[in-house]
C-alpha cells in the first residue's frame, strides 16, 4: 500500500512497451476466442431456429412468432456481444479511471433488468485506488463471469463483492445456478473462463473456481499486494 493510499499490485507489467508484440498476439486471440464462444454460437442457434420455421411451422402461425421471437432475440444479443467486443479492444486511454465500481454496476443493472436476477453488489475498494491496468483487467474478468451466469447458469440470484485487505484485493462471484462439474473445462475450449484466468494472471492475481452440478458456481479472485 502507497502512502497515499492507492495500491500497488505485485507482478503487475513494468513497461508495456516491452511486452507490446504479445499483447497485440495476446488481443488477437482473445478477440477469436469471444468471436467464437459469444457470437458464433448465438448466430449458429438463431440459424438453427430459422431453419426449424422454413421446414416445419410456416402452417403453425403460434410457433412460429414464437421461434421468429426467438430468433430476434439471439440476433439482438449477437449484436450486443460485437458492440461489446469493440468496447473491449479499447485501449487503456479510453477506459476512465476510477471508474470500475460504477462501470460493474451499470453492467450489473443491465442484466437484472433483462433477466429478472436478484442482485447484491457490494464494493469496498475507493475510487482511484487501484491502477488503470489492474482496474481494466478485473472489470473485464468480472464482466465475462458475469455473462457466463447470464447466458447458462439458469440462476436466479447473483452476489459480487469486492474487498481489499492490507494484503491483497478479493472479488467473489456467486450465482445459484446449475454450476458445472470442473473436470469438464479442463484443456477444453471454454475460452471465457480461460480468458478470465489469462487476464487475473498477467496482474499478477489467482482466479479460482468452486462449482459442481446442481450446486450454483463461485468464481474468486485474488491480486496480493506489494508489501512497502
Known sequence: MRPDGRMTVKNAPNNPEDERPDLVAEER??????????????????RLRAET???????????????????????????????????????EEDLQAGSLER?????????????????????????????LAIERELYFSLREGILNAVRHSRATELRLALTKTPQALKATLRDNGVGFDPASIRGGSHYGLKGMKER?????????????????????????????
Open 29 to 46: 486471440q482473445r478477440i477469436a476466442r469471444e468471436l467464437h464462444d459469444r457470437v458464433l454460437q448465438l448466430l449458429s442457434a438463431a
Open 53 to 91: 420455421v422454413r421446414r416445419q411451422l410456416l402452417d403453425d402461425r403460434t410457433a412460429l412468432e414464437t421461434e421468429l421471437r426467438a430468433v430476434e432475440e439471439s440476433i439482438d444479443k449477437a449484436i450486443t456481444e460485437i458492440r461489446n467486443l469493440l468496447t473491449e479492444s479499447q485501449s
Open 103 to 131: 462501470r460493474l454496476k451499470q453492467e450489473l443493472d443491465i442484466f437484472c433488468a433483462r433477466t429478472g436476477f436478484k442482485l447484491d453488489f457490494r464494493c469496498a475498494v475507493g475510487v482511484h485506488e487501484l491502477p
Open 200 to 228: 487475473i494472471r498477467k496482474i499478477g492475481g489467482e482466479l479460482t473456481v468452486e462449482t459442481a452440478p446442481g450446486q450454483g458456481t463461485e468464481i474468486r479472485i485474488t491480486i496480493p499486494f506489494e508489501s512497502d
